[in-house]
């Protein structure tokens, strides 16, 4: 599993050149991505500047010899490279596994490009198939949230902690509610309906903005395009 994701990481620097604003995702994979990336810009002596979507991107980023950047100082991000926790088959994706979504979301959805990386398990016939969606809200109204969500046939959880007693506190400071759904028949739909939501920050349902996704399969990488 380590080696296909490797393997995607090793593909999406095929899509970095020298001069870019490069968005930094979350997770394992990303974290191969950001390590090969950095080694590239001291060997190629290239001039990149990364944004990350998490403390954790941030850290490994500064530890691997990248440059990072802010929201405020860009005026443009070329591509960001991000990984996921289901891929339907129109490039619909579930994040948020690592509790980041809410800051992947404003990188992604900025990025002249985004690309993801996945391994092939990862692959779903609908969103909902076998991951919850992960929901950032405002800690005092998660258990009213949890109710509204529960009209929409699903079933929500506030996200505990394993090193910490009590809820996991996101970067921004916020809970994390894990929504488990039958099937979402309309990414986009939910998506906007659960943003609805007052009290919710953001949701993990990244629909219609993926435009290249890498899978990491036993035969090689495959590249699935919008
Ligand atoms: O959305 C995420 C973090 O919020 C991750 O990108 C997603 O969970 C995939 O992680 P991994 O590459 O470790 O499987």
């Known amino acids: 599993m ?8 090793k593909e999406a620097l095929k899509f970095v050149e020298d001069g870019m604003v490069v968005g930094l995702g979350t997770g394992s994979t990303t ?26 991107a941030k850290f490994l980023a500064i530890e691997s010899g990248i440059p990072v950047v802010s929201l405020d100082e860009v005026d443009a991000i070329d591509i960001a490279v991000d990984g996921a926790d289901e891929v339907d088959p129109n490039l ?3 994040k948020g596994r690592g509790a980041a ?16 990386l996945v391994d092939e398990s990862k692959l779903v016939d609908y969103l909902g198939q076998k991951m919850p969606v992960p929901i950032e809200v405002i800690p005092s109204a ?6 509204e969500i529960e009209v929409f046939n699903a079933t929500a959880e506030l996200r505990m902690g394993i090193k910490k007693d009590g ?12 929504a488990k759904f039958e099937r979402i028949e309309d990414p986009l739909d939910m998506e906007i309906e659960l943003n609805n939501i007052p009290g919710v920050v953001e949701n993990g349902i990244f629909a219609d903005i993926a435009d290249v996704v890498l899978v990491g399969t036993k ?6 395009e919008r």
Do not use: C
């Not at 380590?2 to 990481?9: G, I, Q, R, S, T």
């Open 219 to 224: 035969e090689g990488v495959k590249k699935m």
């Open 2 to 9: 380590d080696e296909m994701k490797k393997l995607v990481a």
């Open 101 to 116: 979504l809410t800051m992947e979301k404003i990188i992604d959805y900025r990025a002249g490009t985004f690309i993801v």
């Open 92 to 94: 619909n994706l579930i």
């Open 167 to 178: 809820p996991i506190v996101t970067d921004n400071g916020n809970f994390i509610l894990d």
């Open 142 to 147: 998660w258990r009213v949230i949890a109710e």
């Open 31 to 56: 974290a191969h991505f950001i390590r090969l990336l950095g080694k590239l810009v001291m060997e190629e002596e290239l001039e990149i500047y990364g944004i990350p979507t998490s403390y954790q």
